[in-house]
T-cell receptor
Framework: GDSVTQMEGPVTLSEEAFLTINCTYT??????LFWYVQYPGEGLQLLLK?????DKGSNKGFEATYRKETTSFHLEKGSVQVSDSAVYFC??????????FGQGTTLQVKP | ETGVTQSPTHLIKTRGQQVTLRCSSQ?????VSWYQQALGQGPQFIFQ???????GRGNFPPRFSGLQFPNYSSELNVNALELDDSALYLC??????????????FGPGTRLTVL
């Protein structure tokens, strides 16, 4: 069945460091891909999305490119801030309406 | 524009009891999905409701049931609670169109603890 695998955390970075969180997926067809962020004690917020191969989603300095050939959707940011500390979830939607999430990656940014 | 709201925020129940969680969808959205997020895990899809009918279900037993009302709000009911049902329950609303379902917007969740 469809699934998402994320790199295990926690990821600890210093402020202004470069961030990469790896995400790979298994799916039939052409799913949409998403990154969601969850701050402590809160629900999920959509960070960015991509709906077809080679699309690049971007928001708030974060970027991810839909790579069909490597079935990947890695999240990147050039310079992280303390306020980026949160749990990040990669997800896919096989266009049936449901979202399939990875296990989440905790990011801690130290000043 | 009002976002997705859920009630209650927190709930404590004992094993064997029944619980009802509520969700109000975002204005203009006609579809509600429910997810269970165990501690330290990603959310797991429970089911989705569209036009007051179940429209897809994940790998959850029948004691997990739901409703959607004409105003698109929704309830999640769980009977015969088990300890493993302790989790954050997330509701997400979206707008289903002829081209497919658009992105989902999540509420803050209900934290259920089963003792």
């Amino acid at each position: 069945g469809d699934s998402v695998t994320q790199m295990e955390g926690p990821v600890t970075l210093s402020e202004e460091a470069f961030l990469t969180i790896n995400c790979t997926y298994t799916a039939t067809g052409y799913p949409s891909l998403f990154w969601y962020v969850q701050y402590p004690g809160e629900g999920l917020q959509l960070l960015l999305k991509a709906t077809k191969a080679d699309d690049k989603g971007s928001n708030k300095g974060f970027e991810a490119t839909y790579r069909k050939e490597t079935t990947s959707f890695h999240l990147e940011k050039g310079s992280v801030q303390v306020s980026d500390s949160a749990v990040y979830f990669c997800a896919l939607s096989p266009r049936t309406g449901k979202l399939i999430f990875g296990q989440g990656t905790t990011l801690q940014v130290k000043p | 524009e009002t976002g997705v709201t859920q009630s209650p925020t927190h709930l404590i129940k004992t094993r064997g009891q029944q619980v009802t969680l509520r969700c109000s969808s975002q204005s203009g959205h006609n579809t509600v999905s429910w997810y269970q997020q165990a501690l330290g895990q990603g959310p797991q899809f429970i089911f989705q409701y569209y036009r007051e009918e179940e429209n897809g279900r994940g790998n959850f037993p029948p004691r997990f049931s739901g409703l959607q009302f004409p105003n698109y709000s929704s309830e999640l009911n769980v009977n015969a609670l088990e300890l493993d049902d302790s989790a954050l329950y997330l509701c997400a609303s979206s707008s289903k169109t002829s081209g497919g379902t658009n992105e989902q917007f999540f509420g803050p969740g209900t934290r259920l603890t089963v003792l």
